[in-house]
Structures are given as structure tokens and as C-alpha cells.
């Protein structure tokens, strides 16, 4: 017995000591400055202050180099000399594993909220593979040098999960090799309710904020059929692949968050995710500037009385408030009990079919 005892402790002591020698990244953050050169990354790590090695490739599995070495303060600052190109940052402690960062926004020119879903930690610590899903807004304005960018990632599938009038009005005609590019019928039902709200006469923005969360449980629904396409076509490897609608914040939102649920990232991630779109686009601008005013009203578009509003009146339309998010995702809880039983009642995603987008995402 004493000898057991013994070569327990032994035991612990052997895990505490190679706990210790191997400390870790455990988060990062980069951001991008408004050159399109400079990048301020940021970093934590267990044990607090570990030397931190970083290296930087434009590839993801290109040859790397290093750019700092040794770095103790968490933060280091690079800039690149180029702009127009994505890099990929491996931060890596002495004798620990590479943890491997990149900017989530793409750097298109005519983009809109173009983004890519690696990185995002799991609850069990793995993490999602970059360069596997991306979701977006519109593509229409999409340059030459865009699809020059968007040629080295690969990307095989589109899922387009706008209406066929949206498509028409602001076609993706894409450039970046062969593609197989999805769309869907039109659903049953279009959402009207939050522009019904902001027709009414003294509409508060309380009121259309409210709506918007109310159609965002509609929008999980409605959308069913395309979320549950785009699953099987994960499910069946059809990767790299893109999804988008207009903003690239609502139905997209939506299905970056059951995709994100399905492979078992926390919720308080997921929202987050959602929310980032705010700090990407500003959509106050990109949707109701004087060109837009223009062709709304040209093309006698139903949208067009939203240029007669206050602007906090239609603000709240343009957000990618936590709220509406978190409304869907409460609705669907209280309905099926769990998001994942509605991904699995309700978009038809088999055990096998989760386990095998898991496999082809994760790392």
C-alpha cells in the first residue's frame, strides 16, 4: 500500500511538473489598422507571461517566418508593407503547442462583412479550422482583385440564401474558379412584420427593435430548408464553403449560429460572433446613402419610404443587436428543448452528419 502511495504522488508530481513546462495560448485578438498594413496582435497565456515565439505566413501551411521571438509582454505590433493580402499568426511558447490566429475580416475591397469562422474555441478546447467556412453579405461588388484573393482560398460551394428578386437585383457572378453555387426557393413566408412596425405612424425604435427580435425566431424557420442543405453539404465534405444573404447579418447570422452550436462553441461565442458584424459594416451607410436613396426610389423599391424616417427610427433595423440573436436562439430552446434538437428535428441532421462536420471543422 505504501508503495502505491508512493508512486501516486510520484504520479502527480510528474503531471504538475510537465503541466508547468508546457504553458499555453489560451486567447488572441488581432486587429487590423485603417492602412491595411499594420496589425496589433494580442495575446494571454498560462502560465500569465510565458515567452511567446511569432511567426507569420500569407498561406495557410505556407513557410512562416518569424517576427518576434521571445515576446513576454502579450502585444506586439507588425506592420506588413503590403495591403490586399490576409496573413495567418502562430503564437507559440517555449516547449508549448502553436496556437494559430488570422484577421476574421477577408481584405476585399468590395465586400461586404465577408468573414471567416475559424478560430472560435469549442467547450471541450478544440478549435474551428480557418479557411473552411466563410459567411458574407452580398458579393455583387466583388472586384477583379477580390476574386484574385478569393481564388487562393479554395472555396468550392456558395449557399446563397437570398430571394430570387435580391439575387436578381445584385447578382453574384463569380470569378474565383468552379463553384458549385446554391440557392433556394423563395420561403412561404418573407418576414414582413418589421417593416409593417416601422409603417405605422409614431413608431418607436423600442417597437422596431422589438420586432426585429420577434422576426428573428420567424427567419429559423423560414430558412429551414437552406440551413438544412447547407448542413448536408458540410456533412458531405463540400468544403471550403461560403454562405450568404445581403447584409451578411441576419439570415446569415442566424446560420453561423447553428453552425457554431453544432460544433459545440459556447453561446456567449456565438453571440459575439453575431454582434461583430456591427463593428464591420456600417450599415446605416452602406444601405441608406444617396445612391441607395436613388435606386430605391428608380426602381419604385417597397424599401423606399425607409428614407423618409428618422434615422433612430430605422437604426435599430440595421443593428446586430445580441438581442435578436439571443431571442431565436431562446425561442428555439424553449420549443425543442435545446438548439441541437432543433438542428437535429427540424433541419434533419443525423448523429453521423454531426460527427462528421465536426471531424471536417475541427482541429
Not at 193 to 208: F, N
Not at 297 to 316: C, D, I, K, M
Request: some cysteine; hydrophobic content about 40%.
Amino acid at each position: 500500500m505504501r508503495h502505491f502511495i508512493l508512486f501516486s504522488a510520484l504520479i502527480v508530481l510528474l503531471c504538475a511538473a510537465d503541466s508547468e513546462a508546457a504553458p499555453r495560448v489560451v486567447d488572441a485578438t488581432i486587429s487590423v489598422g485603417s492602412d491595411r498594413e499594420t496589425y496589433a496582435i494580442a495575446w494571454t497565456t498560462e502560465p500569465a507571461g510565458a515567452p511567446v515565439t511569432v511567426t507569420v505566413t500569407d498561406r495557410l501551411g505556407g513557410e512562416a517566418r518569424i517576427i518576434a521571438d521571445s515576446a513576454v509582454d502579450g502585444s506586439f505590433r507588425w506592420r506588413t508593407g503590403m495591403s490586399g493580402k490576409r496573413h495567418y499568426f502562430s503564437l507559440t511558447p517555449t516547449a508549448g503547442e502553436a496556437f494559430t490566429y488570422a484577421s476574421r475580416v477577408l481584405p476585399l475591397e468590395g465586400g461586404r462583412n465577408f468573414r471567416d469562422l475559424g478560430g472560435y474555441e469549442t467547450a471541450d478546447g478544440k478549435r474551428i479550422k480557418w479557411g473552411k467556412v466563410f459567411r458574407s453579405g452580398v458579393m455583387s461588388g466583388l472586384t477583379d482583385g477580390d476574386y484574385d484573393y478569393l481564388s487562393s482560398l479554395g472555396i468550392k460551394t456558395v449557399c446563397d440564401l437570398r430571394a430570387a428578386d435580391e439575387r436578381e437585383a445584385e447578382p453574384t457572378e463569380w470569378r474565383a474558379g468552379d463553384i458549385d453555387y446554391v440557392t433556394y426557393p423563395d420561403p412561404e413566408e418573407r418576414g414582413t412584420s418589421t417593416l409593417a412596425i416601422l409603417a405605422e405612424k409614431d413608431v418607436t425604435p423600442e417597437q422596431v427593435a422589438k420586432a426585429m427580435a420577434d422576426g428573428y425566431v420567424g427567419i429559423a424557420y423560414q430558412q429551414a430548408p437552406a440551413y438544412r442543405s447547407m448542413f448536408d453539404r458540410l456533412a458531405g465534405g463540400e468544403i471550403p464553403l461560403a454562405f450568404n444573404c445581403s447584409a451578411g447579418k441576419d439570415r446569415t447570422g442566424i446560420g453561423a449560429a447553428l453552425l457554431l452550436t453544432l460544433l459545440d462553441v459556447p453561446r456567449s461565442t456565438i453571440v459575439a460572433d453575431y454582434a461583430l458584424s456591427d463593428d464591420v459594416v456600417d450599415y446605416m451607410q452602406a444601405f441608406l446613402n444617396d445612391d441607395a436613396r436613388a435606386k430605391a426610389e428608380e426602381n419604385g423599391s417597397p424599401y423606399a419610404f425607409l428614407f423618409q424616417l428618422p434615422p433612430e427610427t430605422v437604426e435599430p433595423l440595421m443593428r446586430s443587436d445580441a438581442q435578436y440573436i439571443e431571442a431565436a436562439l431562446t425561442a428555439i430552446e424553449a420549443e425543442h428543448g435545446s438548439v441541437m434538437r432543433y438542428i437535429q428535428k427540424e433541419l434533419d441532421v443525423t448523429d453521423a452528419e454531426i460527427q462528421s462536420i465536426r471531424a471536417a471543422l475541427l482541429d
